[in-house]
């Protein structure tokens, strides 16, 4: 008789794990499924944060709301609520040796990129777009509203008026959580965000790769193999961090860190239930505010993936409950990013269609500076055992061909040849992850063989045989503490000349860069000085 009751119980308690597992979403089937799953939750909250402020200060910014620190720090909190809770209830998926990797990977990068700035932590290289950039920060913190797209601020801001604010309000969020002076968190913002693409190569390459062997000898080497990856960004430093050592493309390395996180939805959730959709979804939108011209690289991966995998395996059989789930998962996925478009991206097509056209300034791809990207991709191999490691796989070929078709209109004379020259500093980071991930693999399989050993110290001497050193030398800084000040009150002495200016930037941002000019003549004059 018992046996009779449990036999005819047992599809209650299936129904009931089912509708837990549905309830903790996908992040709790990848903690449940992947030993390395802890490692992609924790980065999970700090994306998310990052995504969720962002979404927040576009949507307050165009339904006439004002952008304060407060708002984008309660956004940001909101955000890392799911994954932070989700994690709290995995907690056991957590283990000692990521939580090193991830660590030292967060360190190494961040501790690097804000020596190299120390002790003034204000913008290097010689770049002129970190002028650009301090124009829209001291925008936003000074009126907490979006640029108009009109002359007034075109003379004042130039290109930046209609130029993505996701960076922006990034460094407005930290400025108020800090309590510094918004236009000197400009650089730490930048060089922390770097610092997460590091922990954020670990935590993907943690997540395809199946566990490490236990006890402390096969930890060690693990945590050794993971950090292959930052190691590289660390010493070729030529499509990673040149980005905001050098260049100022501080948006972009903001898009980098939102690219992989969407990519690490797309990988790391084989089976996808609505949270890891919605997950997804948040991170699309987000790339979509802050650096559409990737945006369509994780949207493609996360539409392979959904064609490969069968719809509605968590979900009851039925041919209209699978087409509902289906239709659920699309619209959480790809329904922000289409939002956002309509609502952000479109105003700003006709600026962006002229910045595309413009030749900006870029280290030129050389035999040396693609060592790395070529030997991530000589690791892929290792990684098509697993359905993550085939769709990070994807991502980077997905990423690659980007490369080739800019290079191509390029050559056609449709845009400007360094737009492709920038999808290398995306492709670097996941070469570095499939690097990290091909080691860990490695160790993982052969503990015991001394090949493992030989091909980790080879795979890494290589990557590090066009550096001669660990840390980048110390980059130029034109800039000095207090000068941002001194450009805030001419600026303000001059607000009425400033705002009828059309020629360019303004004299005020000249000053921060020390190009101190002549007072400026009275605003009845209607142009300023700019001699």
Not at 122 to 131: K, T
Not at 342 to 354: A, E, N, S, V, Y
């Amino acid at each position: 008789m018992h046996d009779h009751i449990s036999s005819h119980n047992q599809p209650y308690a299936l129904a009931r794990r089912y509708s837990r597992a549905r309830a903790l979403g996908s992040m709790a089937v990848l903690a449940t499924h992947t030993g390395w799953a802890g490692a992609w939750l924790i980065m999970a909250v700090a994306g998310n944060a990052l995504a969720t402020l962002v979404l927040a200060g576009v949507l307050a910014g165009h339904a006439q709301l004002p952008i304060s620190g407060g708002l984008l720090l309660a956004a940001a909190g909101l955000g890392a609520l799911m994954p932070a809770l989700t994690l709290v209830r995995q907690r056991r998926a957590v283990r000692v040796a990521e939580l090193v990797a991830l660590a030292l990977g967060l360190a190494g990068l961040g501790g690097v990129g804000l020596a190299l700035a120390w002790p003034a932590l204000l913008p290097l290289g010689l770049s002129v777009d970190a002028v650009h950039h301090s124009q829209l920060v001291d925008w936003l913190a000074r009126y907490g509203t979006l640029p108009p797209i009109d002359g007034d601020t075109r003379g004042l801001l130039g290109e930046m008026n209609a130029y993505p604010i996701g960076f922006a309000l990034v460094v407005v969020a930290l400025a108020r959580a800090t309590g510094w002076p918004v236009l000197e968190m400009l650089y730490p913002t930048a060089a922390l965000i770097g610092a997460l693409i590091g922990a954020m190569v670990v935590a993907l390459a943690a997540t395809v790769c199946p566990p490490l062997p236990r006890g402390r000898a096969g930890a060690a080497l693990g945590v050794l193999a993971l950090l292959a990856g930052p190691a590289l960004l660390l010493t070729q430093r030529t499509f990673f961090m040149d980005a905001y050592i050098d260049h100022s493309y501080y948006t972009m390395v903001l898009g980098v860190f939102l690219t992989l996180l969407a990519f690490g939805w797309a990988c790391a959730a084989p089976r996808w239930g609505r949270l890891a959709a919605a997950q997804f979804g948040l991170a699309l939108a987000a790339l979509l505010a802050t650096y559409p011209l990737w945006a369509p690289l994780p949207a493609a991966l996360a539409g392979f993936g959904m064609l490969a995998v069968a719809p509605g395996r968590f979900a009851p059989r039925g041919g209209h409950t699978q087409r509902g789930q289906r239709l659920a998962r699309v619209a959480l996925a790809f329904g922000p990013a289409l939002l956002i478009g309509l609502i952000d991206l479109l105003p700003r097509l006709g600026t962006g269609q002229t910045v595309l056209a413009h030749q900006g300034l870029v280290a030129a791809p050389t035999a040396g500076r693609l060592i790395p990207i070529g030997i991530g991709l000589a690791c892929t191999p290792l990684l098509l055992g697993t359905r993550p490691g085939r769709r990070l796989a994807l991502g980077a070929a997905l990423v690659l061909g980007a490369t080739l078709v800019l290079g191509t209109l390029a050559l056609a004379g449709q845009v400007a040849s360094y737009h492709a020259y920038k999808v290398l500093f995306l492709l670097t980071p996941l070469a570095a992850t499939l690097l990290s991930a091909g080691a860990a693999r490695l160790v993982a399989y052969l503990p015991q063989r001394p090949v493992v050993l030989v091909a980790a110290a080879g795979t890494l001497g290589l990557a590090l045989a066009t550096s001669l050193v660990l840390a980048p030398p110390h980059a130029v800084q034109l800039l000095a503490r207090g000068g941002g000040g001194r450009a805030l009150a001419a600026r303000q002495r001059s607000a009425g000349g400033c705002a009828r200016d059309r020629g360019g930037p303004a004299a005020w941002l000249a000053r921060i860069l020390g190009a101190y000019r002549p007072a400026w003549p009275p605003a009845r004059s209607g142009r300023p000085d700019t001699r």
